[in-house]
């Protein structure tokens, strides 16, 4: 394998994620869809706190941050964010303090949303809890983080604060360039030839590390970007950019070009956190069929996806697709009184 990956190892890391996670074959579900064979990759079982794909990006954030000596955590993320829980518990890990900031971006929630799942989880971990109203101002929510990061720097503190928007150093996208290289590790250890990866695209980071780690070894494996967060059209260039970035944190070449940039948003309406009836659809039939449990926000909806792509006739029959699941099972106690009622109405 060709290694273009500039002054990767350079990175602090901390020891945060269980890997490798396994790639486990889906032959009830395949059969089922009548479709092509379908493997997933587990890192849901990523292990800090209920495990996902954050475990893995955190790594990369909290290397930094105890390089830097810093002993308070500080995030933000929506109300039901995995990333915000799985920080908090990486916090709680390396005996740092933790400042979360629960944004407001989902309409109609209810009070289970808003004390459930992981908001129960972040208080369990031992987070200070703040709110913000405007869940789409991704600048201006970072703008109060910084605010209650100062104010802890007043007190004496050394905060380390993890940015949402873009624009600063994709340091969590790392976490996927290494994913890369353990897939193609695992499929070369098993002679398997994979046609497709199907993941969530929300931030980037999963998606445009998953992608700038495979070409940037040698591996020309379509990634098939799932939209949860935006429409397609706003996610790619987004995804392009993250690219972009991920090569100058590197100094090295970007070897994604827009081509390679390919994201659908089928399973993406009514909007980032809010259900439709494919998404409740899929989320049953990956359990009822393999005993796999997704998640109402982030996998549920990249399952949708697929499916819809396998009805679309997408791929042929011998086809082998790997979907990546990336854990966020906490929120589904958080949706529970939408779900129920979808199961009732069946
Ligand atoms: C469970 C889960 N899957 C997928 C994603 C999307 O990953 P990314 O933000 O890296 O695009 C997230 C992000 O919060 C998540 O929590």
Redesign the pocket.
């Known amino acids: 394998m060709t290694h273009n990956l500039g002054k990767f190892e350079a990175f602090s890391r901390a020891d945060l994620a269980v890997t490798p996670t396994p790639i486990e074959a889906m032959p009830n579900l395949a059969r089922k869809l009548g479709g092509p064979n379908l493997f997933v990759k587990r890192d849901d079982l990523t292990g800090l706190a209920l495990g996902?794909?954050?475990a893995r990006?955190l790594e990369f954030y909290l290397g930094e941050a105890v390089s830097q000596g810093a002993d308070v955590l500080l995030i933000t993320?929506a109300v039901q964010?995995?990333?915000v829980r799985s920080a908090a518990a990486a916090a709680a890990k390396l005996r740092m303090d933790c400042h979360v900031q629960l944004e407001d971006r989902v309409p109609d929630t209810d009070g289970t949303h808003q004390v459930s799942g992981n908001v129960l989880l972040n208080k369990l971990l031992g987070a200070t809890i703040h709110s913000y109203p405007d869940g789409e101002d991704e600048a201006g929510a970072d703008r109060n983080l910084g605010k209650i990061a100062n104010d802890l720097k007043a007190q004496g503190k050394k905060p380390y604060v993890i940015h949402l928007s873009p624009g600063y150093p994709p340091l969590?996208a790392l976490g996927y360039v290494v994913a890369a290289r353990e897939i193609l590790d695992q499929l070369e250890t098993t002679g398997t030839t994979i046609d497709e990866i199907v993941v969530?695209?929300?931030?980037?980071?999963?998606?445009a590390g998953l992608l700038f780690g495979l070409r940037a070894t040698g591996s020309q494996i379509p990634v098939m970007g799932i939209c949860?967060?935006r429409r397609a059209d706003q996610q790619a260039p987004r995804v392009l950019a993250r690219c972009e970035e991920i090569s100058a944190l590197l100094d090295t070449e970007n070897c994604v070009s827009a081509k390679d940039v390919v994201v659908d948003d089928v399973a993406y309406p009514p909007g980032y956190g809010q259900l439709n009836k494919n998404t409740i659809e899929a989320i049953k039939l990956a359990a009822s069929q393999e005993g796999l449990i997704l998640?109402p926000?982030?996998?549920g909806k990249v399952m949708a996806g697929l499916i819809h792509r396998i009805q679309a006739g997408a791929y042929p029959k011998t086809a082998n697709i790997l979907f990546l699941h990336?854990?966020?099972q906490p929120a589904l106690f958080a949706y529970e009184p939408k779900l129920t009622e979808a199961l009732v109405a069946d």
């Open positions: 996902g794909n954050k990006q993320g964010s995995n990333f969590g969530a695209s929300g931030s980037t980071a999963t998606h949860v967060r998640d926000v982030y996998t990336t854990g966020g």
